[in-house]
């Protein structure tokens, strides 16, 4: 017994020393903001909040009750599964303003059931010279429990791991409960935390996201929306005119989103697409409509969201320029323009044939239709595929392995790589400035700089600002959720409701990008590991060699973990996977549909995809496929530049085909 105690003990304590450190450095920021004018409304609702954390801190003492008199044989399982039940109801009351005021605090409470790799130290141009740091933590906290709980027989050994589950997250839950009441909470806080959760129901919560055994994703939807409906009929009776006119909106679409909820608890049947079109979407521009009233304020450029948004599927509803490294304020058309010329322009190479624009071509989505790119001088091939790059500003890792966090980080990387422009930067500069047209171009783009503002980061600066404009958002479908138009076809209705239902790809492809950068605030993005194998031979399968984002952070939870890119304009962008492994959209699903590596035999230990088969119909896949093809969205794939600088002094320069010529 004192052996199990101390087990109990140490990984207890583990799990904590991450909570807490975290938790320190949050409430700096989190718990600082002046009270605005209006703070009735806002009083109101920190002490409706403080009274439910303690409602959820006595659930969870139950909670851990329930597994001690288990764990003495005392209490069933069906006990403990209902115990459970009632904390993540209560969780989900106070969801929508923990997750906002403290969204570090709230993974340890409700994060996803896997490993988490906390990287200490670590740059991605330095990884030859220095060994990364990084800890690896063990998953917790109400998904957790749930898998644990919900899995059929509970051994000796996992009533003992959800027990120390259970003591740390009442440990987590008592940190918050412990601040809350020292937070001068504003308005301007209540609303935004108000729209978060609208755009997480949306994007996450009916997805079944945080429901890993349970089935609960909508009657859990339903209860997480009902502290919102009430904060906004409590604005409605404080305010007058247009923002009572907006509250009283936002209200009445909340009321029939709860109901429908409640109304249609099916998850596989579940109407998604209307849902989000009819009744949360349009109860977010209600929000944004009320907010600008009351608080009259700007669009914020701290954060990936738009302030102004009025849709999840509004072309402006993330802002680029959050994502840039340097440049994040609005853009200046200079930049994006030289941008644009150094994307085509093979002078950045060593042999000047080949360009950004070789392995990124416009006319294949800024993809180039190859499994593998050929590599410099055609010596073989790279070692990944080559992505699009349309919406690819959105992100917060890129390349395959997620080993840079800009846009601008990236592009020295593929300039200076030996298998793709094999460039030379101080080579690269001296070519540029011996042409005067890029030498003003350069002035134009970088007019706030004195002396030669042609340097190497200004280059980088450039590219990156040029692909951050290649945004792609105007697709049918998000024209027919913004009701511009009714034209959609059945097809892509239902496999709309697919992909955020049944077939699960919304749990990792976020609406809206349907990318891996994670909702409602839009700050990271994932890898996951879904063992891809080598080939799309499906009867015979190996698995693909190439380890991934472990190559770069050696942890074993990311062995095989890959970036979860856009499927925006996937239709154009074949073949797919990091390995170029599948040439066609149906065997993509297919992969999916057999559960990854795992639903093929093959050996994924840290696999984060479910390896259970989905059990889609032959229809069903055509139907996700026409939903991906409604993603289609070419207006940003703007041409390639018909000219490129000239160079007085190198004239055999001023033939170099524009993009390249392989």
Known sequence: MNKRLTKRT???????????????????????????????????????????VTQLQQQAKQLTATLQLLEKSQASILAVQAAFAETETAYKKVEYLLEYLDPHLAKNLNGAPLPRVVVEQQHYQTLQ??????RTFPPEGLQVLEELIFAGDLTEETVEEALVLAFTLEENILLFSTSLPKLSLTDKQVLESLKEELARAMAMGITGFDEPAADKALENTATALQPVLAVVQGYEQATTGAARAHSRTASDKLKQAIAYLQQHPQFESFDRLYFIRELADP???????????????????????????????????????????????????ELAALGKLLFFDPVLSANNQRSC????????????????????????????????????????????????????????????????????????????????????????AFSEQSGNPLTVTTINRAIAAYVQSLVSLNAPFDQYMRHETEQLSASAKRGFNLFMGKAACGTCHFAPVFNGTVPPRFTESETEVLGVPATADFAHPSLDSDIGKAGIIPADA????????????????????????????????????LGGGIGLGLEVPNQTLPGDPLHLTEPEKQDLIAFMQALTDTTAASSAPTSLPKFYSKANLNNRPVGGSY
């Open 10 to 52: 140490n990984l207890k304590s583990s799990l904590l020393l991450l909570s807490v450190g975290i938790f320190f450095c949050v409430a700096i920021s989190s718990f600082t903001t002046q009270p605005s004018p209006y703070s009735k409304v806002a009083g109101t609702v920190k002490q409706t909040v403080i009274a439910d």
């Open 129 to 134: 010279f220095a060994e990364p740091v990084f």
């Open 283 to 333: 109860a977010y521009a209600a929000l944004t409509g009320f907010q600008q009233e009351l608080l009259r304020q700007q669009a914020s450029t701290t954060k990936p969201v738009n302030d102004l948004a009025t849709s999840l599927f509004s072309q402006d509803f993330l802002q680029a320029g959050y994502y840039a490294k340097q440049d994040q304020g609005e853009q200046k058309p």
């Open 357 to 444: 624009a070789s392995c990124h071509s416009p006319q294949k989505g800024f993809a180039d239709g190859l499994a593998r790119s050929v590599a410099f001088d055609f010596k073989g091939n790279v070692k990944r595929n080559s992505p699009t790059l349309l919406n690819s500003v959105f992100s917060t890792a890129y390349f395959w392995d997620g080993r840079a966090q800009f846009l601008q980080d990236q592009v020295p990387d593929v300039v200076a790589n030996a298998e793709e422009l094999h460039g030379d930067y101080k080579e690269v500069e001296k070519k540029l400035q011996q042409s005067p047209a890029y030498k003003q171009l350069f002035k134009q």
């Open 558 to 593: 990311w062995k095989y973990s890959f970036k979860t890119p856009t499927i925006r304009n996937a239709a154009l962008t074949a073949p797919y996977m990091h390995n170029g492994a599948f040439a066609t959209l149906e065997e993509v699903v297919e992969f999916y549909d």
